[in-house]
């Protein structure tokens, strides 16, 4: 089984960076793509940005230019470096990992718990 535990949440001032990190523990699995998933209150949960195992990366249009995606193979770990915060990207940021267990023929989704990202004016 694998777990994700999250870090780097908190609260800052508009204009100000915060780098979440979301690790993976456990053993028997290669990772596929990433994720970094937000949900704010009274909002739907939203995909701010993935990454491929390519190293391939997307981003919704309201953080291009702002949040970069990263990912350490060798830690299984997943990095989202967000800079120029605006009180509208206050909301719980959630990790997602797609892993393929070795000698399995299929993926499986697991999710972080989740980490508070709150952006003040």
């Known amino acids: 089984q694998v777990q994700l535990v999250e870090s780097g949440g908190g609260l800052v001032q508009a204009g100000g960076s915060l780098r979440l990190s979301c690790a993976a523990s456990g053993s028997g699995f290669s990772t596929n793509a990433m994720a970094w998933y937000r949900q704010a209150p009274g909002k739907q949960r939203e995909l701010v940005a993935s990454?491929?195992?390519?190293?391939?990366?997307n981003y919704a249009d309201s953080v291009k230019g702002r949040f970069t995606i990263s990912r350490d193979n060798a830690k299984n770990t997943v990095y989202l470096q967000m800079n120029s915060l605006k009180p509208e990207d206050t909301a719980v940021y959630y990790c997602?990992?797609?892993?393929?267990?070795?000698?399995?023929?299929?993926?499986?989704?697991?999710w972080g718990q989740g980490t508070q990202v709150t952006v003040s004016s």
């Open positions: 990454i491929t195992s390519g190293g391939y990366t």
């Open positions: 997602k990992f797609r892993v393929t267990y070795y000698g399995g023929t299929y993926s499986i989704d697991y």
